[in-house]
């Protein structure tokens, strides 16, 4: 039986966190056909994609950050306004960029997560599935993933 030493280390340390990073991508890519086709073409690297919607007074009435990677568009972020919830600003915001996503990026479908407190009926009336639910994440709160095919 051969017997290994190693030293555990805990801190942050952003190089060794972009090599491990780096040999994770190779050998996955080396494991999947479909990453290593994605290599060397646009949609190798995530693409971030911004919606801001300004009220009169030029001020944040509500907004979308996300990104899309592979023919897939990622919402990190939706949020409107108190002030501007129940009028369609979120629906608007998360159709356009499903339209962008879809028309200029080739993508075929969406991904997000959200809260039970937040709004996965929301997403499911527009069309969204949940694929996964988290209990517990955090404690007391429970997580939804939802996907949604892009025409």
Request: aromatic residues 10%; neutral net charge.
């Amino acid at each position: 039986m051969v017997c290994r030493m190693f030293r555990l280390e805990t801190e942050v340390d952003k190089a060794r966190r972009d090599l491990l990073r780096a040999r994770l991508r190779d050998t996955n890519t080396k494991a999947s056909p479909v990453l290593r086709a994605l290599r060397g073409t646009p949609e190798e690297h995530d693409t971030p994609l911004h919606i801001w919607a300004m009220d009169r007074h030029d001020a944040l009435a509500g907004g979308l950050v996300g990104y899309t990677w592979a023919t897939w568009l990622h919402v990190n972020y939706l949020w409107v306004d108190r002030a501007h919830r129940g009028g369609g600003l979120g629906s608007r915001l998360l159709a356009e960029a499903e339209h962008l996503a879809a028309s200029e990026r080739g993508c075929r479908a969406a991904r997000l997560e959200t809260w039970d407190f937040q709004a996965p009926g929301f997403y499911t009336r527009l069309g969204y599935d949940i694929v996964c639910v988290i209990d517990d994440y955090p404690p007391g709160i429970t997580e939804y993933t939802l996907t949604k095919r892009l025409p």
